[in-house]
């Protein structure tokens, strides 16, 4: 090839990556996913088959800020929905179809990817998708229903079991909804919560960065970020037995500026603060599990992959390294034994009551979803200075580095570290290369869920409050769509490069013009309503197609 065609290639790949980017950029002003995933939809009536764009559903802003702020207001109008509710609202159902569908799908994606990995092939992408896939099942109320995601069958000795802390508790009354209070004037009503709750403090910080970085605990910041969500769990258990109902939130997971996580959580009803406080306090999660005390193998002494076994070995001494479960068993078994953690909430605390409806409740609202498009590593943008801001990237590759070596989950690489083989252990496992996203610099130990809905917070899902916002839109238009024939198309996923799916840049700009078009139809049909001297057509809704 000579190198004139060289240059040309060149020049023509940077030219389309140009046109990507611009048409990125008009993608965003539009509110138009910036990342969307192609399928092809066939019609089984027809036999049409046509390319359509499916969102790609991020949720973080640095991945794709359109996706990321429909998400947020999604959230919005659920938090909200739930908050006050005056009547029981109705569960979903336990696996609906659409739950079924998801899981296939699910399952079909782990064979993909595992086929993939087989393959060498780059898993990114797919990857994607399983996540999105994931955060529907999530939504969908299935947490860890899917791929062993869930504890698993393993039986603990009594020692073990986390005892309930010493608290009141009410009598249990069958309801979500907390209780009413009649003012003088027979008003009634029906007061709720919303709560902060922190970690506890690991050394003195200035503008979230730590006054004495030697003296600063980075290892229990580490810990407690790994079990955080433990301990969440753990406070609506105790909160529920202390209320004596089936107490309902709406919660999410934010970053501190000392990159620590807290929860702020929105409660359906009402508690004593004192009693709150005293709940609090009572919180706490025990990690039960191998000591990492002592460092056994390091730098190029590993323990090695013994096919013929299916475990690890020291290769010094050929021992064969206790399974995990072997390893959870002489923990049992150790009467001596103490847990390798333990999470509490530190003393800061903060609890308002919030009435109905009123601007406070709004505010909380926005609040809470405030920065739900940020990962917890990400600089929130309060810039505070270059020298303040050197010492935050200075504090955060502290605590990276202070979880680098932290088993993260049974499965964790670095149990080998320990002498421990991990949970399903396979080959190719090393310390320090967890591939889990706790380690990583945009998690900082908090792998879990940024939003945490109990399961009769408004009695929807996270998909159906989106669909409910697209089916305003398509009756609104009148464009149905067939949507309630949900077995007439058939979706296949576009592979990345077919010629049929189009470039990416075309297919953005393709996107921004249907949302043109459909913004224009619902601006005549607005202003035909407004000209009827009707209500309108909910002013302020946004088109979210
Ligand atoms: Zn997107
Ligand atoms: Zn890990």
Redesign the pocket.
């Known amino acids: 090839m000579g190198e004139e065609v060289g240059r040309e290639l060149r020049a023509v790949r940077g030219a389309r990556l140009l046109t990507r980017e611009v048409a990125e950029q008009v993608a965003i002003t539009n509110g138009v996913c910036i990342r969307p995933i192609p399928y092809r939809r066939v019609d089984s009536l027809t036999g049409v088959a046509e390319v359509v764009s499916v969102p790609c559903g991020a949720t973080l802003e640095s991945k794709c800020p359109p996706c990321a702020k429909r998400g947020r207001q999604v959230r919005r109008a659920q938090c909200r929905e739930g908050w006050h509710l005056e009547a029981e609202p109705v569960a979903p159902a336990e696996a609906s179809e659409h739950q079924r569908s998801l899981i296939e799908a699910r399952a079909h994606l782990e064979l993909q990817r595992d086929e993939a990995v087989h393959a060498g092939v780059d898993t990114a992408e797919l990857d994607a998708v399983i996540d999105a896939v994931d955060r529907e099942i999530q939504a969908a109320g299935m947490v860890g229903a899917v791929a062993g995601r869930s504890g698993g069958g393993r039986v603990r000795s009594t020692r073990r079991r986390q005892d309930a802390p010493d608290l009141p508790r009410r009598l249990r009354c069958d309801t979500t909804l907390g209780r009413t209070f009649t003012g003088s004037d027979g008003k009634v009503f029906r007061p709720s919560m919303f709560v902060t709750l922190t970690l506890p403090s690991y050394g003195r910080v200035r503008d979230g960065v730590p006054v004495d970085p030697g003296g600063y605990d980075y290892r229990r910041a580490a810990r407690d970020a790994l079990h955080f969500s433990k301990l969440i769990d753990r406070f609506v258990q105790n909160l529920r037995r202390v209320a004596g109902f089936d107490v309902q939130y709406f919660a999410s997971v934010e970053p501190q500026r000392r990159l620590a996580p807290h929860l702020h959580i929105a409660i359906r009803g009402t508690l004593p603060r004192a009693e709150l406080r005293q709940i609090v306090a009572a919180t706490y999660h025990q990690v039960w599990w191998p000591a990492v005390d002592e460092v056994r193998f390091e730098g190029d002494r590993l323990p090695v992959w013994s096919a013929e076994i299916g475990g690890y070995v020291d290769s010094d001494t050929g021992e064969v390294l206790p399974t995990w479960d072997e390893a959870l068993d002489r923990l049992d078994a150790d009467q001596e034994a103490d847990p390798l953690h333990v999470v509490r909430f530190g003393v800061q605390f903060d609890a308002q009551g919030v009435l109905v409806g009123s601007r406070d409740a709004d505010q909380r609202v926005r609040y809470l979803t405030k920065y739900l498009t940020k990962s917890l590593g990400e600089d929130l943008g309060d810039d505070a200075g270059p020298r303040a801001n050197a010492g935050r990237r200075a504090h955060a590759a502290r605590l990276v580095e202070a979880l680098r070596f932290e088993?993260?989950?049974p499965g964790?690489?670095?149990w080998l570290r320990y002498g421990v083989q991990p949970k399903g252990a396979k080959s190719g496992m090393v310390p320090g290369r967890?591939r889990?996203k706790?380690?990583r610099a945009e998690h900082l130990g908090y792998a879990g869920r940024r939003v945490l809905v109990s399961r009769k917070w408004s009695g929807r899902t996270m998909g159906e409050h989106k669909r409910d916002r697209r089916a305003w839109v398509l009756e609104a238009l009148g464009l149905d769509e067939g949507a309630a024939d949900s077995c007439r198309f058939v979706w296949l996923r576009v592979a990345a490069g077919d010629p049929e799916a189009g470039s990416a840049a075309l297919r953005l700009l393709r996107e921004v013009a249907r949302k043109q078009r459909w913004r224009a139809e619902l601006e005549r049909l607005r202003a035909r309503a407004d000209a009827a001297g009707g209500d309108g057509l909910g002013l302020g809704v946004r088109v979210c197609a």
Request: a neutral charge; one cysteine or more; aromatic letters at 0%.
């Open positions: 088993p993260c989950s964790c690489a670095n967890c889990s706790a380690h």
